[in-house]
RNA sequence: GGGCGGUUAGCUCAGUUGGUUAGAGCGCCUGCCUUACAAGCAGGAAGUCGGGGGUUCGAGUCCCUCACUGCCCA
């Protein structure tokens, strides 16, 4: 086999026997182990570097990778994200940047904490068993165990990271980061503790942020319930006000009822009392604008404890806060005769007994927006609880502008039009944008055990709150207010979100900024490019804005200077990349059984056809609808490629027959062409360069899907379609000739195709790898192609010939041949048979020149070219049954019958479509609005269209003429 | 309810600042195992660019409107 050679190459084997398919799984497990044994994409700590800027003047290209959770499995989602970023940063490496790609995973608090749990729960224990201690330990167990399996799966796709560099959010020193943010903000008095309404998981038994609930549509009931009227003396006065509810459990906790101060219909209830049923508690009406009018009976049970706006009366009236329900959403002590009860069951015995006492009003279908954990789905109860928030709207101690200000600021144009953060695709900007102008207090504890705990310690004297000082290493032993050691740690933990959106500074060293270690930072801070998907926009992009610009600001630039707001962001572009969806666009989703498991489809048609397709795909702001046929495509792709190899080799063992060897120089530079070398290979030289200029072009957008395709179009339909059916006429190696003409050929075939390769090579890592090995019979210059460099469009190497002129002379070649084929077609001629063909043109110079090639692609036994001139003045060229085809007019000579209806009926279709086109241009010139008004180069193009349509008319009428009358 | 996007060939999608007769892949039809490749080669069919209106010499592209559809936020 092919790679074998590679490993240990013997002089007397055929080194380049290539199976006839190419077969990913035989070389692709060999070349993602080699690229992380030989550590091929580690970057050492730059010790000569100043900021941002590289020995060779071009600075570092730096990207982290979103770390998955370390229960991650890989999914279509990630395979996208990850083959964008291992393209642009190979891209980038072999460009000449020092390309520095981070890898790591994220603890994710919630589901590793679950995932855990579950397995306790099968073996019939628990963590409140085990206990907390007990309990970590066993998750830090089954981290090394099971987790990570996620980094295992990037390595069989080969992304060209940083092995060394891994880390994991709760390494320690990436927790010594959380906690000096914390109480950093904590003195900057940017963190509180306080009650407030949050939304608690019962399932998961902590409070979720805002963002981690997912609203549903549900359908469920509005409930009437009667409050009844109390008289002066406290006694029911036999009048009732009827509220509505979608969740009556919650009146238990109901402290007032609200309503509007102007609406009339309660105008004579303002300030009296109500008896809340069931509970037999005296509870005010409170008037307050906030109530809707339109909405129910115009009357709103409040629930302080229970629902947000309810909170927000309550404090407005400073109404008491009864909290109903414990962790499970179970009544609590609260909840009198219902105590105990899941809330659901409690909502039915509660409507029973209203109605059982005559208070329950209408009961109407209704469908509201019920909120979700994002973790395990189960029904979010809001809930008054105790939590610890970021106040990313207020000023800092001391003064300044507040979190969001600044997160705002990094992605505003400043005064010169200039964005410290550019988004890709550029409308995310204005949705952050929108999402940061009314960003709330970010909430960041839970209630939960795995994770980062929160550096605060309660007093068990003062009851006040000792967070260590900013600096301060090891816990503090007493209270800082009252000075007692009775004091314990916080047993929440931080949101996940919290390490990862400090992740930008502290895998580069932050808070740890000395002389000694700040070379990393200094290099690396701030990295070029995030590439995420929308989905995290907010939960990660948004708080590393935040964080990343808060905490970088305090980190002077290398010469000592104070770091400028555009300096301090954590990334210099977003690229927001799509959601791949299945073939029939829709979100793939374990419920619906459509997820499409990545390393399955990569198992059937190679990793570097899976690459391709979604980079052909990824056109910015598109979704991805993952056809499995289009995989299939690039398997053949891929195949084309494999067999170009081939043919190549094949070609490089007959000169090695007559002596010729491969000289390095071949892929070193540029064939010298002049003005007199054969027009392939001056054509195919123009055609890489084009290519290659365009693919650099492409990927500097962040065109994915144009990069590819150009590369695609290229190598097959120009490289492999002409230049190789071409170059077979010259690849004669013999003895007894003089062979410069086809070694010349082969040094030009072997240069664009190794420069192919390299173009390639950022998409299809692992069979460009391969075959470029195999290209230096295993004695490569370099370990890796990713370490060669990127072609690039050579300005200076194409102003030496005229390259224009061979892609036209090439055009008009191309044409005439493809204009014989199409006749021979029409004319039944079977491919086999070689046939004698007169052509006229307009140049025919050039097919005179290239009549070898025109002879062999087009599978004639003779050709007469002359001038369209030439031909309309010599009369044994009339009567032919010509056929038209713009610049070029073909007669085959073949004697078989011709199916006069056919030709017939092609002809008369020919003729309709120039006349439509024809009178469309006329109409056009005829207009002296535009003749006035159009540039130049838009009418003389349009004029000479009219011409040639009008000539190809007249031509084709003729020719309907000639054939024989039915 | 607020905001953003989409609608182009049978399917999945490109189409840059308005400019000559709208492209690609897959699929489809016809013929070929032409020694690199049948995962291939050659030739071909297929679109009133969601509907309507407007601006313009000129609109898939800009504006208005309607329809359908997706997403985010509340």
Known sequence: MFSRNLLGPTKDKMPHDLPKAYDPTAIEDHWA???????????????????????????????????????GRLHMGHMLNQTEMDILTRWRRMSGRLALWVPGTDHAGIATQMMVERQLTEEGTSRQTLGREAFVERVWAWKSHYGGAILEQMKRLGVSVDWSREYFTMDERLSVAVREAFVRLYAQGLIYRGAYIVNWCPRCQTAISDLEVVHQEQKGHLWEIRYSVLDSFGRDSGEYITVATTRPETMLGDTAVAIHPEDERYLHLHGK??????????????????????????????????????????????????????????INENGGPYQGLDRYVARKKIVADLEAQGLLGAIKDYTNNVGHCDRCKTVVEPRLSTQWFIAVNKEPNGGGESMAEKARAAVRADSSGKKAIRFTPENYEKIYLNWMD??????????????????????????????????????????AHCGSDKITQETDVLDTWFSSGLLPVSVF?????????????????????????????????????????????????????????????????????????????????????NVIDPIEIVKQYGTDAVRFTLASMASPGTDIAFNVARTEGYRAFANKIWNAARFIFMNVDRAAEVGIRIERRWFAAPPLLTNESRLEDLWIMSRFCNTAKRVNEALEKYRFDDAANV??????????????????????????????????????????????????????????????HALYEGMPPRKSIALTSYPQFEESYLTQVTYPSAETSMEHLVLAITSIRSRRKDLGIEDKVLVKAKVASSKSGVLRKNRDILL????????????????????????????????????????????????????????????????????????????????????????????????????????LETLPKE
């Open 856 to 959: 062999k692609l087009a599978r004639l036994e003779d050709v007469e070219v002359v001038l369209f001139s030439e031909r309309d003045s010599d009369d044994r060229y009339k009567n032919l049954a010509w056929q038209a085809f713009g610049h070029v007019d073909v007669y085959l000579d073949y004697q078989k019958e011709i199916d006069v209806a056919a030709e017939r009926e092609r002809l008369t279709k020919d003729i309709a479509k120039y006349e439509k086109g024809l009178a469309a241009a006329e109409r056009q010139l005829g207009n002296e609005a535009f003749l006035a008004k159009a540039p130049v180069h838009v009418v003389e193009g349009l004029k000479e269209q009219e011409a040639e349509t009008r000539l190809l008319l007249e031509k084709t009428i003729a020719a």
């Open 509 to 593: 060293g932050w808070p740890n900024i000395t002389p000694e270690t700040r070379a990393d930072f200094d290099a690396f801070y701030p990295t070029s490019l995030l590439v995420t998907g929308f989905d995290i926009l907010f939960f990660w992009v948004a708080r590393m804005i935040m964080l990343g610009c808060w905490f970088a600001g305090d980190v002077p630039l290398p010469d000592g200077s104070p770091r400028r707001p555009a300096e301090t962001v954590p990334f210099r572009e977003v690229y927001i990349h799509a959601l791949v969806r299945d073939a029939n666009r829709e979100k793939m989703s374990k419920t619906k059984g």
């Open 273 to 330: 009392k109500l008896r809340l049923p069931l509970m037999d508690r005296e509870i005010p009406i409170v008037v307050d604008p906030w109530v809707s009018r339109e909405f129910g009976t115009g009357a709103v049970k409040v629930t302080p404890a229970h629902d947000p706006n309810d909170f927000a009366i309550g404090e407005r009236h400073h109404l008491p806060s009864i909290n109903v329900m414990d962790d499970r959403a179970h």
């Open 711 to 772: 590369i695609y179009q290229f190598f097959w339909g120009e490289f492999c379609d002409w230049y190789l059916e071409i170059v077979k006429l010259r690849l004669n190696f013999n003895e007894s000739l003089d062979n410069s003409e086809a070694t010349d050929s082969l040094a030009t075939l072997l240069y664009v195709f190794q420069n192919s390769l390299r173009l390639l090579s950022p998409f299809m890592p692992f069979l460009t790898e391969e075959i470029w």
């Open 33 to 71: 182990g080699y690229w992380v044994r030989e550590n091929l994409f580690a970057v050492s700590t730059p010790t000569e570097l100043v900021q941002n800027q590289c020995l060779d003047g071009k600075s570092p290209f730096t990207i982290l990778l979103p770390p998955p959770n370390v229960t």
């Open 438 to 479: 009314d960003i709330h207090d970010w909430c960041i504890s839970r209630q939960l055990w795995w994770g980062h705990r929160i550096p605060a310690w309660h007093c068990g004297v003062c009851h006040k709150i000792t967070v260590p000082e900013p600096g301060a290493t090891g816990d503090p032993a007493a209270c």
